[in-house]
């Protein structure tokens, strides 16, 4: 059973860093792409940040790059997302999303086949 959990969300002040990780389990990951969305309430879930099966290639939404780092390590079937600077616009629920094997990583959700459950990320002004 494909299963995705996200956990190091909480709750922060402006300008504080939280590192997210996601693990993965059920199946190897290290052949498929990995994306971070997020969704604030009331809005759309939004891409944030994807990388590659071999992690030569990552993209950023313009809202986060520069403050926001994606990585993998595929020896432990697992992707983080660090978060430095953080605003209150960046308050939302943060999901892991995986491609099937060797998917090609992208922006859109459509391009992922496996979702975790989420982890609140609050930051306070």
């Known amino acids: 059973q494909v299963q995705l959990v996200e956990s190091g969300g909480g709750l922060v002040q402006a300008g504080g860093s939280l590192k997210l990780s996601c693990a993965a389990s059920g199946r190897t990951f290290s052949n498929s792409a990995m994306g971070w969305f997020r969704q604030a309430p009331g809005k759309e879930r939004e891409f944030v940040a994807a990388i590659s099966w071999s992690g030569g290639n990552i993209d950023y939404a313009d809202s986060v790059n520069g403050r926001f780092t994606i990585s993998r390590d595929n020896a432990k079937n697992a992707v983080y997302l660090q978060m430095n600077g953080l605003k209150p616009e960046d308050t939302a629920v943060y999901y892991c999303?995986?491609?099937?094997?060797?998917?090609?990583?992208?922006?859109?959700?459509?391009?992922?086949?496996?979702w975790g459950q989420g982890t609140q990320v609050t930051v306070s002004s």
């Open positions: 999303a995986a491609s099937n094997p060797w998917g090609w990583y992208g922006t859109t959700s459509s391009r992922y086949n496996y």
